[in-house]
């Protein structure tokens, strides 16, 4: 009941706090010309890159630690010098980007006039790096009502300025990022109340941690970036390929069919620290628990990929402004991407928990080329909808090799098929 309650939780607030870009889209879609649309995409693409590079994913020690570290002052020594190392490299790529600013911005299709959102952009990774570290941490330590809250209050906030940016105050596109970088700032001020009353903030920051930290993250900005290429580099290609409206447009399909990764998200934050617990004592029992529960996150997976096939006709015929109509042909292939990356994420808890997170970054380093030679020679082939195709095959490639590495780290009894007896 208690796992059953955390995941019932991780989803309905998943579903709203990860998909705000989802709820605004019908809204924005009659306020937002498809090329405005497609400016939207090129800056989220920035942000999205820019987050490793400036976090260098060292985060991720928090929640791996928080098993193993038992003294508190030690582990907020440990908490406080991770949330030190993105600051250089944040005040290394804003001046870096304030510098390069009108050219990256005419590469990325953003009004040259507008260009203050590159360096901008630097400011909405780093604080959307301590807001992910904020909820990560809520999920380690299973208190998924201090998960609702803050992602609750990123909701009400972000939501409310966008609507007051773009229909009351006339922003337009800007106004969506406005609301972002605002409301980034509240749920910053937030978090650093909460850390401060948990006694997780200490004036001891400690060069061991930090390069415990560092060496622990440098292997998966290659995994974090292979995510970005495949999440992000498809509306790249074909905004520089066909066009920015269009970009639009695709972009309109890929967020109905993110709906999956919402699922995907709240799937990841009960599965990791369930697969943990029991990979520290890995009995025949845990072992059953753990491919019974495997299978049926699976299993929900494909039924909630048929049934946004089957709604997004309506969906779009309701509420998106019909500009933006072929977006429908994206999204079950979109869908289908994020089924993959779903059974990704399920195996690759079993990778962080062993520590080898080297094989991330090599299969990151597949990931990326394979998906930029994809993208390319499918939209030369298929127009836009080659760039849905090679998301799709990548996301697949990439499953099923951590599937194999998974279970050559951990045997599992996957065909094995009576779980009745998990005593």
């Given at each position: 009941?208690?796992?059953?309650?955390?995941?019932?939780?991780?989803?309905?607030?998943?579903?709203?706090?990860?998909?705000?870009?989802?709820?605004?889209?019908?809204?924005?879609?009659?306020?937002?010309?498809?090329?405005?649309?497609?400016?939207?995409?090129?800056?989220?693409?920035?942000?999205?890159?820019?987050?490793?590079?400036?976090?260098?994913?060292?985060?991720?020690?928090?929640?791996?630690?928080?098993?193993?570290?038992?003294?508190?002052?030690?582990?907020?020594?440990?908490?406080?010098?991770?949330?030190?190392?993105?600051?250089?490299?944040?005040?290394?790529?804003?001046?870096?980007?304030?510098?390069?600013?009108?050219?990256?911005?005419?590469?990325?299709?953003?009004?040259?006039?507008?260009?203050?959102?590159?360096?901008?952009?630097?400011?909405?990774?780093?604080?959307?790096?301590?807001?992910?570290?904020?909820?990560?941490?809520?999920?380690?330590?299973?208190?998924?009502?201090?998960?609702?809250?803050?992602?609750?209050?990123?909701?009400?906030?972000?939501?409310?300025?966008?609507?007051?940016?773009?229909?009351?105050?006339?922003?337009?596109?800007?106004?969506?990022?406005?609301?972002?970088?605002?409301?980034?700032?509240?749920?910053?001020?937030?978090?650093?109340?909460?850390?401060?009353?948990?006694?997780?903030?200490?004036?001891?920051?400690?060069?061991?941690?930090?390069?415990?930290?560092?060496?622990?993250?440098?292997?998966?900005?290659?995994?974090?970036?292979?995510?970005?290429?495949?999440?992000?580099?498809?509306?790249?290609?074909?905004?520089?390929?066909?066009?920015?409206?269009?970009?639009?447009?695709?972009?309109?399909?890929?967020?109905?069919?993110?709906?999956?990764?919402?699922?995907?998200?709240?799937?990841?934050?009960?599965?990791?620290?369930?697969?943990?617990?029991?990979?520290?004592?890995?009995?025949?029992?845990?072992?059953?628990?753990?491919?019974?529960?495997?299978?049926?996150?699976?299993?929900?997976?494909?039924?909630?990929?048929?049934?946004?096939?089957?709604?997004?006709?309506?969906?779009?015929?309701?509420?998106?402004?019909?500009?933006?109509?072929?977006?429908?042909?994206?999204?079950?292939?979109?869908?289908?991407?994020?089924?993959?990356?779903?059974?990704?994420?399920?195996?690759?808890?079993?990778?962080?928990?062993?520590?080898?997170?080297?094989?991330?970054?090599?299969?990151?380093?597949?990931?990326?080329?394979?998906?930029?030679?994809?993208?390319?020679?499918?939209?030369?082939?298929?127009?836009?909808?080659?760039?849905?195709?090679?998301?799709?095959?990548?996301?697949?490639?990439?499953?099923?090799?951590?599937?194999?590495?998974?279970?050559?780290?951990?045997?599992?009894?996957?065909?094995?098929?009576?779980f009745s007896n998990n005593r």
């Amino acid at each position: 009941m208690k796992y059953f309650r955390q995941f019932s939780i991780y989803t309905l607030v998943g579903f709203f706090g990860a998909g705000v870009s989802f709820l605004l889209m019908p809204y924005l879609s009659h306020f937002l010309k498809p090329a405005e649309y497609g400016i939207l995409s090129m800056v989220n693409s920035v942000v999205t890159i820019l987050i490793p590079l400036i976090g260098l994913t060292a985060a991720g020690i928090i929640n791996v630690e928080y098993y193993k570290q038992k003294d508190r002052k030690e582990f907020a020594s440990l908490f406080s010098s991770v949330q030190f190392i993105p600051v250089l490299p944040f005040f290394v790529l804003v001046m870096l980007s304030a510098f390069l600013s009108d050219p990256v911005a005419r590469f990325l299709e953003i009004p040259g006039e507008k260009s203050y959102w590159v360096p901008l952009s630097c400011v909405l990774a780093l604080l959307t790096i301590y807001f992910e570290t904020l909820i990560g941490y809520n999920v380690t330590e299973q208190k998924p009502g201090y998960f609702a809250f803050f992602n609750i209050l990123k909701i009400v906030t972000e939501v409310t300025l966008t609507i007051l940016f773009i229909t009351q105050w006339g922003y337009g596109w800007e106004g969506r990022l406005y609301a972002w970088l605002i409301s980034s700032l509240i749920l910053f001020l937030a978090g650093f109340i909460y850390c401060k009353k948990q006694y997780l903030l200490s004036f001891r920051i400690s060069k061991k941690y930090i390069k415990v930290a560092v060496l622990f993250g440098l292997p998966l900005i290659l995994h974090v970036v292979g995510k970005f290429v495949i999440n992000q580099s498809d509306r790249i290609f074909i905004t520089k390929m066909v066009s920015i409206a269009e970009a639009g447009i695709y972009n309109i399909g890929y967020q109905v069919g993110m709906i999956m990764l919402l699922l995907v998200n709240a799937m990841g934050n009960f599965m990791q620290p369930f697969l943990f617990e029991r990979l520290a004592s890995l009995t025949e029992s845990a072992k059953r628990q753990i491919v019974k529960t495997s299978y049926v996150i699976i299993g929900s997976l494909l039924i909630i990929l048929v049934v946004i096939t089957v709604a997004t006709p309506t969906f779009f015929t309701w509420l998106v402004d019909e500009s933006y109509a072929k977006g429908t042909r994206y999204v079950f292939w979109v869908g289908l991407s994020y089924f993959f990356w779903g059974v990704y994420i399920i195996f690759a808890g079993y990778i962080f928990y062993s520590g080898k997170t080297g094989i991330l970054g090599v299969l990151a380093i597949v990931n990326v080329v394979l998906n930029i030679l994809l993208n390319y020679f499918l939209i030369k082939a298929f127009g836009p909808m080659g760039a849905a195709y090679a998301t799709c095959i990548s996301f697949f490639v990439v499953s099923v090799i951590i599937v194999w590495k998974a279970n050559r780290l951990y045997p599992l009894p996957w065909l094995r098929f009576n779980f009745s007896n998990n005593r």
